[in-house]
């Protein structure tokens, strides 16, 4: 296989690790909420605020499946926590993709994420000079695997789909990537595999 052109990567599970063990129970713990029922409960409005509800909003929703009112003290308990949860970074990623980008590549970001985490990635990362192209769903109000954020991110890096090599850790953002011409790497962690794949 030909080095790609580019390499888009997702970012959580890939830039990052998981979700830091004892998050959920964390903000459970805040919600009055059972561990067994929280994760449900969390996921159910996540698009929404993907794709640009506001932080309010979405946690206002979260209290009020879990029985709770929600103040402000515990509002910004539970931006925290999330906050935290989400910025545990796979360092060996960050530098297989600077790797890439200096010998040549393009290299872009596509990741559905909301305002509050992505202010603190940039906050410890500066984006503009190690990405060509940052694609975030609230900000395109699109998200993964919405063919058309796909679509934006190729623009952004001036190359056809087949000269892009996508990497994401749901294999449903791989599907419609792989549909629209994508070169694809479902992501476990491995970071070897990318690396191969990417030639880098």
Known sequence: MTRPTALILDYGEVLS?????????????????????FPHIYWRHRREYDLGMPVRDYWALVARDAGVGLDDGMLNALIA?????????????WTLAATFRGSGGKLGMLSNGVPEIV?????????P???DAVVISYEEQLAKPEPE???????????????????????ENIDVARE????????????????????V
């Open 119 to 127: 202010a603190r990635i940039r906050a410890d990362h500066h984006l």
């Open 17 to 37: 690790h998981p979700m830091r063990p004892g998050a959920m129970s964390l903000m459970a713990s805040q919600l009055g909420a059972p561990d067994t029922e």
């Open 149 to 171: 954020i796909y679509r934006v991110t190729l623009d952004r890096l001036g190359v056809a789909p087949f000269d892009a090599l996508f990497v994401d850790d749901r294999a």
């Open 129 to 131: 000079s190690l990405f």
């Open 180 to 199: 629209l011409g994508l070169r694809t790497l479902l992501f476990t962690g491995d970071v070897h595999a990318l690396a191969a794949m990417a030639l």
């Open 81 to 93: 926590i999330d906050v935290d949860a989400w910025t545990d970074y796979r360092d060996e990623m």
